[in-house]
């Protein structure tokens, strides 16, 4: 498949469980390129139901991946030099991901501790407070889908008991690891992951599946500091970057 310069190529990012799926695609929905990078230390689990990966590792594999199929990009331009191809340009990059992770961030943006993945269990204590100081019609009432021990609140609260100094320290909290990805890559500069040659020279729109506000990932006009978790917004958009935006 050849790209369409009218669309350009949208650079689709999924930050999975085990993995980092990411791949480019024309305005028809034809595959340009593909990549996957599995993280180096995988799912790192605990006796009691401690379930946690490494951020900094969906950021590295995130940047390998988009960087490969930025690679792939070049090559295709370069061979279809002089056959009349119309040259491919990155104009959007889509995320996805795992979700329900707790992700405590510095005020640059950078991960305090392991993430704490949605399928952790160690909460459970916390949970059955949660229950038993609300109820269960109150509870079902305000949360109206609490998940127990994998719920944010009762991880929020097992921090709290625990590891209240980190909790103190952070100036963030991160949701989802596309949220992650997405924050670090508006905050550490798109020039500076995709490759020069497969870039737009229009401005990059990043999207996302869910809406920045639920996480208070990024809002209107936030300067890099404030999107690692200090603002957040009702609007469904806002500026992300020097050049970027952002739309859920």
């Keep these: 498949a050849s790209g369409d ?27 340009l390129a593909a990549s996957a990078r599995r993280y180096p230390s995988g799912t790192i689990c605990g006796p009691n139901g401690e379930v946690e990966q490494v951020p900094r590792e969906w950021w590295e594999c995130s940047v390998g991946a988009m960087q490969e199929c930025c690679a792939q990009l070049q090559q295709q331009q370069a061979e279809a030099q002089g056959v009349g191809e119309r040259s491919h340009q990155v104009c959007a990059i889509s995320f996805s991901g795992q979700m ?13 501790r392991n993430a704490i993945l949605y399928s952790d269990t160690r909460a459970r204590a916390q949970a059955a407070y949660i229950v038993d100081t609300m109820g269960e019609e109150a509870l079902a009432r305000e949360a109206s889908n609490f998940k127990g021990a994998t719920a944010i609140l009762a991880k929020w609260l097992w921090l709290h008991e625990h590891e209240p100094q980190l909790l103190r ?3 963030g909290m ?6 992650y990805v997405a924050c670090a890559l508006v905050s550490r500069g798109l020039e ?8 737009a020279p229009a401005p990059l729109t990043l999207v996302d599946r869910t809406t920045a506000s639920t996480t208070g990932l ?3 006009r936030c300067d890099a500091a404030a999107a690692a978790g200090d603002c957040a917004s ?4 806002g500026e992300a970057a020097a050049g970027a935006r952002w739309s859920a």
Excluded: I, N, Y
């Design 234 to 237: 009702d609007d469904a958009s």
């Design 192 to 199: 500076a992951t995709l490759a020069p040659a497969a870039a």
């Design 218 to 220: 990024l809002a209107p």
């Design 5 to 31: 310069a009218s669309g350009g190529v949208v650079l689709a990012v999924d930050v999975g469980t085990t993995a980092v799926k990411a791949c480019a695609v024309d305005a028809r929905g034809g595959l």
């Design 100 to 112: 329900q992770d707790l992700v405590l961030v510095d005020e640059r943006g950078e991960a305090l």
């Design 169 to 171: 320290a952070a100036r």
């Design 174 to 179: 991160f949701l989802s690891a596309h949220h």
